[in-house]
């Protein structure tokens, strides 16, 4: 198994830019979760989607924050206009749970996208 | 509000040393508790998962145990070594339909040689 792919790995881009990050989950998982980790404010839930609906979105920043999941094979994260405290490390995580075939919970992650907006 | 508190938030010891580290959290209604690794500039790597039906589970010389109505887990680790320092990330998986994952903000171990 492949694992939580994200892509890219590193962005650097100047304010007021647009910012997409990607994430392809395990294959059969069916929760996805964006997380933010800072030094200052850890590991932080932005938004999760169970069977590609989005189930909680409250911790997303702002506005300028969005993420969608089209199919169950990939999930974006925008930014838009990035800001110069967006910068943070950005990862995807992946579950299965309250099915029958799968339902552990256990969460598996991402490498991350570490994100710098000058 | 689920609440995940970790205890301490640093540690250092020597090789060879026994040693716990704690997370507590403040609603017992969970679905299951994760503890994971963290290495620097990586992602989270998972070490263990408590189903909340189980009490512990245990691998290679981590042992990581679930008392759900006091609100705490523990994770032992047994005869450390240097490549066990990392920081170790607990969290919980709340119980509803749309249970989120909560972390708590690590402990970060060094094991000097």
């Known amino acids: 198994d492949a694992g939580v792919i994200q892509s890219p790995r590193h962005e650097v881009t100047e304010m007021g830019q647009e910012v997409t990050l990607r994430c392809k989950p395990i294959?059969?998982?069916?929760?996805l979760f964006w997380y933010r980790q800072t030094m200052m404010r850890g590991l932080e839930l932005l938004i999760y989607?169970?069977?590609?609906?989005?189930?909680?979105d409250s911790g997303m920043p702002e506005d300028r924050f969005s993420a969608k999941m089209p199919n169950a094979s990939f999930s974006t994260l925008k930014i838009q206009p990035s800001e110069p405290r967006d910068s943070a490390v950005y990862f995807c995580?992946?579950?299965?749970?309250?099915?029958?075939?799968?339902?552990?919970?256990?969460?598996?992650f991402g490498e991350g996208s570490r994100l710098t907006v000058l | 509000k689920q609440e995940v508190t970790q205890i301490p938030a640093a540690l250092s010891v020597p090789e060879g040393e026994n040693l716990v580290l704690n997370c507590s959290f403040t609603d017992s209604a969970i679905y299951n508790l994760q503890w994971f690794r963290q290495d620097p500039g990586k992602g989270l790597t998972s070490l263990l998962l408590i189903q909340s039906s189980q009490r512990e589970q245990t691998s290679g010389r981590l042992n990581a145990s679930l008392d759900k109505s006091s609100g705490r887990s523990t994770l032992y680790i047994a005869a450390s070594q240097p490549g066990d320092s990392a920081t170790y990330l607990c969290?919980?998986?709340?119980?509803?339909?749309?249970?989120?994952?909560?972390f708590g903000q690590g402990t970060t171990l060094q094991v000097k040689p």
């Open positions: 995580a992946s579950s299965c749970r309250w099915t029958g075939q799968c339902n552990t919970g256990e969460l598996f």
């Open positions: 969290a919980v998986h709340g119980s509803s339909n749309t249970g989120k994952l909560i």
């Open positions: 989607f169970n069977n590609n609906v989005p189930i909680d």
């Open positions: 294959s059969g998982h069916n929760s």
